[in-house]
């Protein structure tokens, strides 16, 4: 073992990380808790267990890491729609931040991105598809010491073989459609200038002029031709915003399947009861 690997190795063994469950609400309706009864969707129920406690779970269940935080709205009748993330929150292994005005501006809040031995673990609170598995292979990956921000991804095209007729937002490439997993880790000051740049492309959303001009005009000119892989994509955004991006494919297609409409609730509960 050389010397740069062995301080990674020591970095590694000394690297704490933090899990975030992103749980804000979309607003006043919500289709998905409407379809599921309850006040908020991460309150809805997946055979017969709310979709933030599978979430919180299976964070858990990996083992690795050391403090575990939920981004929910305040005043949710938690210890009726959850009992066990009550128990959680009132045991002190789960801790509440309270959600900023979007998924990006939450993750902001609770970076700490001063802390260069903290890694931030994100993940979504309406994925109940998640697995250990799916986490190990994220931060297994994100592990080299060559990485600031690791994304999860899966083929579109391999979700849509096992489920045909499934919607995924898709983003193409040369080398294929892939979409995210809503599984993310990231560290340091250039993890925290990415989540930056998310904030900014957030409030662009509806100006397509702006948004190419933040991921450069040479870029999205490429990725409109179809010129870009995913990964020299993510090179030629990665130099842009000074920082070592990863894009990380998850095995399991399952890891690209959460719940954002009433057909994703469906299809979900029904691959529970074929498991079960």
Not at 207 to 235: E, H, K, Q
Request: aromatic share 4%; with cysteine.
């Amino acid at each position: 073992m050389n010397r740069q690997q062995k301080s990674s190795a020591e970095s590694g063994k000394n690297r704490k990380i933090m899990a975030l469950v992103l749980a804000g609400s979309r607003g006043a309706s919500d289709v998905v808790a409407e379809a599921g009864g309850k006040r908020a969707k991460a309150f809805v129920e997946v055979s017969g267990i709310p979709m933030i406690e599978r979430v919180i779970a299976t964070v858990r269940e990996t083992g690795r890491c050391d403090t575990i935080h939920v981004s929910l709205p305040d005043r949710l009748p938690i210890q009726e729609e959850s009992p066990r993330l009550f128990e959680w929150l009132q045991a002190g292994s789960v801790k509440a931040i309270a959600p900023d005005s979007s998924p990006a501006q939450s993750v902001l809040r609770a970076f700490p991105s001063q802390d260069e031995n903290t890694v931030l673990l994100v993940t979504t609170g309406d994925h109940p598809l998640l697995s250990a598995a799916m986490v190990h292979d994220l931060l297994d990956a994100f592990d080299g010491g060559e990485t600031d921000v690791a994304v999860g991804i899966v083929g579109t095209d391999a979700i849509r073989r096992r489920y045909p007729g499934i919607r995924r937002t898709a983003i193409h490439f040369r080398d294929g459609p892939v979409t995210g997993c809503n599984l993310f880790a990231l560290q340091g000051e250039a993890g925290m200038s990415v989540v930056q740049f998310w904030t900014r492309m957030e409030a662009r959303r509806k100006r397509p002029l702006r948004m190419a001009w933040a991921l450069g005009m040479g870029t999205t000119i490429l990725y409109a031709l179809g010129l870009l892989t995913l990964d020299s994509s993510l090179n030629r955004l990665g130099k842009r915003l000074g920082a070592r991006l990863r894009a990380v494919r998850l095995a399991d297609v399952h890891a690209g399947i959460d719940v954002d409409t009433p057909g994703d609730l469906r299809l979900v509960r029904e691959i529970f009861e074929r498991r079960e």
